[in-house]
C-alpha cells in the first residue's frame, strides 16, 4: 500500500466517519436498526450537488443537507411511533422512498462535480499543500461534529436519549416519552448521515443515487471496529471509536482492493467482516 | 389524594378469553396513607397498579389523582406525578449510563428537559447527600455503571430515583420479592424511610403478609378483580395473619392460594 492509498483510506474515513456517528446514534444510543441511512446519504448527496450547481455556497450546501436528512429521519420516526410500523420495515419505506426522491432532487441519476465550486476547492485556495489541506478541512468537521455530539449527550435531554435505547421502561417512568425521544435521536442520526453523504459527493466530485447501498452496514462495521479497538467505556471514548473504527475500515477495503479483490466483492467482504464481530462475544461464550 | 371510581378492566373483552381483572373498583386515598395490597395471585393487584399508571386504558370509571382526572392519560405522562418501583430489580435504572446520570434523570423529573448539563457540582452535592441515606456507600461510587451494581443495590436506587422528586404518589408492585431475604429486609426499611421522610402517598403489593399487617397505615385485600377487605387505623394495629386469612375465606369461600405468601408466613 503506498502513501496516496493511505492518504485516501484516511480521507475517505473522516468523510465517512460522520455518518458511522449517525448510525452510532440510532444503532447503540437507540437501539434502533435504522436502514433508512441507505437513502439519507445519497440525500445529503443528491441536496449538496444540486445546490452546488446552483451556485450555492458548499458550506450552506452541508447544511442544507443535514436539514434534509433530519427531515427523513423525523419521517421514520413517524412510521414506527405514531403509526406503529416496526424499526426495519419503517426504514426500508423510507429508504425506499428517497431513491425516487432524491432522482427528483437531482433530475437524473449522477450529477458530476467535476469544476464546481466545493468544500475542498474553498480549502484549496488558502494555499495549504495538499493532502494537508484536505485533512485539516475533514478533521475541522468530524472533531466538530464529535464534540457536538459528545455535548449533547450530556445534557439532560441527551441523558434520557441514552436511556431510552436502554431502558425504555425507565424512560417512560421517568415522565419522558421513549417516542419523543425515538424521534429526535432518528432526526439527528439521519441528519448526520446526510451531512456525511454531501461531503462525501463533494470529496468524490459527483453525486449517485445509488451511492448509498450498504451505509448501514459500512456504518455499523464502523461502529464495531471502534468498539473492540478503542472500547466504549464512556461516551467520549464511545465516539473517538468510532471516528477511528470508520479509518480502519476505509483501510481494510483498500488493503483488500490492493490484495486483488474485485470492488464489486467488497459489500461481501464488509457483510462478512460486521458478521464476525457481531457474532464474535457469542463464539468467545460458547467456547468457554 | 386519589380517587377510584368504577374502576374496570377487562382483558381480551369480547373474545372467548374475556377477564375481568378490576370489576367496579372504588377507593379514596387520603394524602399520606401508606396502603399495603395483599390477594392471592392473580387478584388484580398488579392491573389496579398499572391502570392508575396509565400503562394501559380501562374500560370504564375514572382515575382523579390530585384533583386531576389521569384516566386514559398515557404512562410518561402519569409518571410525572407517580414514582414506581417494578418486582424486577433491572426495571427501573438505566444499566449503561452511570449512577449519578440515573439520578440525574430521576432529579430532573419535576422540571421540563433542557440543554443544560445533565451533571453539575450542585447536582452531585445533592446526589451524594440522596445516596447517603441509602447507606450502601453508592455516594463513592458516582461514575459506576449501575449494570455492575447488585439486584439489591439496584433496586435501593430505583427506589431513591422513585422518591427524589417527591411524587404525589408511589405505586410499589412487589418491589422486594426477587431479593434475598437478607437484602428484602434492608429495601423494606428504606421504604419506610424513604416514605416517611417525605409523607409520600404510597400503595405497595406484597405477598408477605407479616409486612403487610407491619407496615403502613392502611391494608387493602383483593380478589377476584374487587377490593373485599379494606382495613384501617386501630382494626389494622390488632391484625395477625391468622385473622387476615380467616377473613379472606370467609369472603372467597376457600383457601388462600397463594402459595408464595404461605410460604412467607
Ligand atoms: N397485560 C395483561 N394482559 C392480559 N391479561 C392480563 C394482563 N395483566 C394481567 N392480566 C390478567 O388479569 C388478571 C389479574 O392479574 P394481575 O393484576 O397481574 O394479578 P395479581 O397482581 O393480583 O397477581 C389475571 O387473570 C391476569 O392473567
Ligand atoms: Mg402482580
Redesign the interface.
Known amino acids: 500500500m503506498n502513501l496516496s492509498f493511505a492518504i485516501t483510506s484516511l480521507e475517505q474515513g473522516l468523510a465517512f466517519g460522520v455518518m458511522a456517528l449517525g448510525v452510532f446514534i440510532s444503532f447503540r444510543i437507540l437501539d434502533f436498526a435504522d436502514l433508512s441511512v441507505d437513502g439519507t446519504l445519497p440525500l445529503g448527496a443528491a441536496v449538496s450537488a444540486r445546490l452546488l450547481t446552483a451556485g450555492i455556497n458548499p458550506f450552506y450546501s452541508l447544511i442544507a443537507a443535514l436539514l434534509a436528512g433530519g427531515i427523513a429521519g423525523a419521517i421514520t420516526g413517524f412510521l414506527n411511533t405514531k403509526l406503529k410500523i416496526a424499526p426495519l420495515l419503517a426504514g426500508i419505506l423510507t429508504m425506499t422512498s428517497l431513491y425516487s426522491i432524491n432522482l427528483r432532487i437531482m433530475g437524473r441519476p449522477n450529477i458530476p462535480l467535476i469544476g464546481k465550486s466545493t468544500i475542498f476547492s474553498l480549502i484549496e485556495k488558502l494555499g495549504l499543500p495538499y493532502p494537508w489541506n484536505h485533512l485539516i478541512l475533514l478533521i475541522l468537521i468530524i472533531i466538530i461534529v464529535k464534540f457536538l455530539l459528545d455535548a ?1 449527550l ?7 436519549l ?2 431510552t435505547g ?2 425504555p ?10 417516542n419523543s425521544m425515538k424521534m429526535l435521536g432518528l432526526i439527528l442520526s439521519n441528519a448526520l448521515v446526510a451531512l456525511s453523504g454531501a461531503m462525501v459527493a463533494q470529496y468524490q466530485g459527483f453525486s449517485d443515487v445509488n451511492m448509498g447501498v450498504g451505509t448501514i452496514v459500512a456504518g455499523l462495521a464502523s461502529v464495531i471496529i471502534g468498539e473492540v479497538i478503542i472500547g466504549k467505556s464512556s461516551i467520549m471514548i464511545a465516539t473517538i471509536g468510532v471516528v477511528v473504527g470508520s479509518i480502519l475500515y476505509r483501510f481494510s477495503i483498500s488493503i483488500a482492493l490492493n490484495l486483488g479483490l474485485a470492488a464489486s466483492d467488497l459489500k461481501l467482504l464488509t457483510a462478512l467482516l460486521v458478521i464476525i464481530f457481531l457474532s464474535t462475544p457469542r463464539i468467545k461464550k460458547a467456547l468457554r | 389524594m386519589l380517587k377510584l371510581k368504577d374502576l374496570e378492566k377487562i382483558f381480551y373483552k369480547n373474545t372467548p378469553n374475556e377477564n375481568i381483572a378490576l370489576n367496579k373498583v372504588n377507593l379514596n386515598v387520603k394524602k399520606g396513607d401508606f396502603i399495603t395490597i395483599v390477594g392471592s395471585n392473580g387478584a388484580g393487584k398488579s392491573t389496579l397498579l398499572n391502570s392508575i399508571a396509565g400503562v394501559f386504558p380501562v374500560e370504564s370509571g375514572t382515575i382523579i389523582l390530585d384533583k386531576e382526572d389521569i384516566t386514559g392519560k398515557s404512562e410518561y405522562r402519569c409518571a410525572q406525578k407517580i414514582g414506581r418501583v417494578f418486582q424486577n430489580p433491572l426495571a427501573g435504572t438505566s444499566p449503561e449510563m452511570t449512577i449519578e446520570e440515573n439520578l440525574s434523570l430521576a432529579i430532573s423529573k419535576s422540571n421540563n428537559l433542557s440543554l443544560k448539563w445533565g451533571l453539575s457540582k450542585h447536582k452531585r452535592k445533592v446526589m451524594k447527600k440522596h445516596l447517603a441515606k441509602i447507606d450502601l456507600g453508592l455516594e463513592e461510587r458516582l461514575t459506576t455503571k449501575v449494570k455492575l451494581l447488585s439486584g439489591g443495590q439496584r433496586q435501593a436506587l430505583t427506589l431513591l430515583m422513585a422518591t427524589v422528586a417527591n411524587p404525589r404518589l408511589l405505586l410499589l408492585d412487589e418491589h422486594t420479592a426477587a431479593l434475598d431475604p437478607a437484602t428484602a429486609i434492608k429495601i423494606k426499611n428504606l421504604t419506610a424511610e424513604l416514605v416517611n421522610e417525605n409523607n409520600i402517598t404510597t400503595l405497595m403489593i406484597t405477598h408477605n403478609m407479616e409486612d403487610a399487617i407491619k407496615m403502613g397505615n392502611r391494608l387493602i385485600m383483593m380478589d377476584a378483580g374487587q377490593i373485599i377487605y379494606d382495613i384501617k387505623a386501630e382494626e389494622k394495629e390488632n391484625l395477625s395473619i391468622e385473622k387476615l386469612l380467616k377473613m379472606f375465606e370467609i369472603k372467597h369461600g376457600g383457601k388462600f392460594n397463594n402459595d408464595r405468601m404461605l410460604l412467607s408466613v
Open positions: 449533547f450530556n445534557t439532560q435531554i441527551g441523558f434520557a441514552r436511556a436502554d431502558n421502561q425507565m424512560i417512560r417512568s421517568m415522565g419522558i416519552s421513549t
